[in-house]
């Protein structure tokens, strides 16, 4: 008789945003004529750039002509992004990243949950709290985090790193030696960031330990501030203990189209065995590749149009995260993130919990954000609300929420 893998028993519901969208659907289900807004999971809303589309529509008729039809992509993908990835967001910043040390993939997402496959299952790992599902729920299918204390919403082989008001958000280092350390900046959910000096001790701290930390940079393209890294590799020794997720959906809207990269430097090794050779094995055995198409609209990024249309609309969503934060802030709600993020953080009144607030929110206003409890413990008596919707459904549902 086949056996299971019993780890998945273990994982506490449904996966987060599968519960929101259950939760919607049921309630337009029973209230088809309110007109519900989504401020809630992080998908974009305006369509692709022209630079993008234009490349498409090239790629798609080459696939028409056998001299220029292409079939399987390179297990890294291809050259000609790559290079341009190694040059724009890396070589640019001053980051000694090479093109061969970049995978491109279907997006940063399954990056995220695949990368603990290289790892023994007795590793610890360590995740800031509140914090990205995919980093803990990967881990729990993998077998790597314990038991799990429902009252307490946490399991037992995680090390926690609490990121409440008073720090500012930003994770200390733990007191408890991790192996893998999970850090995402500009933050999600809590849209918080951290300057040089401070992922440079993280670097450090890494080295020392002989851990490492997993980045998630996927919305590195909104900060705004001049001492915020867009890449880890900003800091000197990162390339011996970091690897980098990138996502080009965030900041070219192809949440829709799929399209990321894992970078992991040569340098990184554990003993003589290398991070990169292990990955490059994984990835060829499990992975065909991103297809040339989305590559060809992925290289459209790093052109002069690309560059110039895509700040117009990573502007666009700032814009909304900032009528959101100013909106909030007014009715007097107590908010952080929405400068150097598309997401505003903000701290529930009174003493409902967050699920509660997400009943409250949708059935009084017919808005949809992100309870924070769903992100860990921490989270808790917080609410996530994202600028990724449209500028008339962002200030609609700000001026929802005045009659709360």
């Not at 190694?86 to 491109?104: L, S």
């Not at 603990?116 to 803990?136: G, M």
């Amino acid at each position: 008789m086949f056996k299971i893998n019993t780890n998945y028993q273990k994982l506490p519901g449904s996966y987060l945003f599968s519960t929101i969208g259950k939760k919607v659907r049921s309630f337009q289900a029973e209230h088809p004529e309110k007109k519900v807004i989504s401020l809630g999971i992080g998908d974009v809303t305006q369509p692709l750039a022209p630079a993008i589309i234009e490349e498409l529509h090239k790629a798609v008729d080459e696939m028409a002509a056998a001299e220029t039809f292409k079939g399987y992509a390179p297990d890294l993908g291809y050259e000609f992004l790559r290079t341009a990835i190694a040059e724009n967001d890396f070589a640019a910043r001053g980051c000694e990243i090479q093109p061969d040390e970049i995978f491109v993939s279907d997006g940063a997402k399954c990056d995220c949950g695949n990368i603990q496959e290289l790892f023994d299952r007795d590793n610890r790992i360590a995740v800031c709290d509140p914090v990205y599902p995919v980093y803990v729920d990967s881990n729990v299918m993998a077998g790597r985090t314990g038991t799990y204390d429902e009252g307490r919403g946490i399991w037992s082989n995680v090390i926690y790193m609490p990121c409440v008001a008073e720090n500012n958000f930003v994770p200390e280092l733990p007191k408890e030696t991790p192996d893998l350390i999970y850090l995402c900046f500009p933050n999600n959910p809590t849209g918080s960031v951290i300057t040089k000096a401070q992922l440079q001790e993280w670097v450090d701290y890494a080295n020392r330990a002989g851990a490492v930390i997993l980045y998630d940079a996927a919305y590195e393209a909104y900060i705004s501030e001049e001492d915020v890294p867009h890449s880890i590799y900003e800091c000197q020794g990162a390339g011996s203990c970091a690897i980098e997720f990138r996502s080009f959906s965030k900041n070219a809207g192809f949440t829709g189209v799929r399209l990321g990269y894992t970078v992991i430097p040569k340098d990184l090794k554990c003993g003589d065995v290398s991070l990169h050779s292990m990955w490059a094995r994984r990835h060829g055995t499990k992975y065909n590749g991103a297809p040339y198409i989305i590559q060809k609209a992925g290289a459209a990024v790093y052109t002069d149009e690309g560059k110039a249309q895509l700040k117009q609309q990573i502007a666009y969503y700032k814009e909304n995260a900032r009528i959101i934060y100013d909106g909030l802030q007014a009715l007097g709600y107590t908010v952080s993130g929405g400068v150097n993020s598309p997401y505003v953080w903000m701290q529930i009144p009174g003493t409902m919990t967050s699920w509660e607030f997400f009943d409250h929110l949708l059935t009084k206003a017919n808005v949809v954000g992100t309870p924070g409890s769903g992100f860990g413990p921490s989270g808790e008596g917080y609410f996530r609300l994202t600028g990724f919707g449209t500028r008339e459904n962002t200030k609609e549902a700000v001026e929802r929420m005045k009659g709360l």
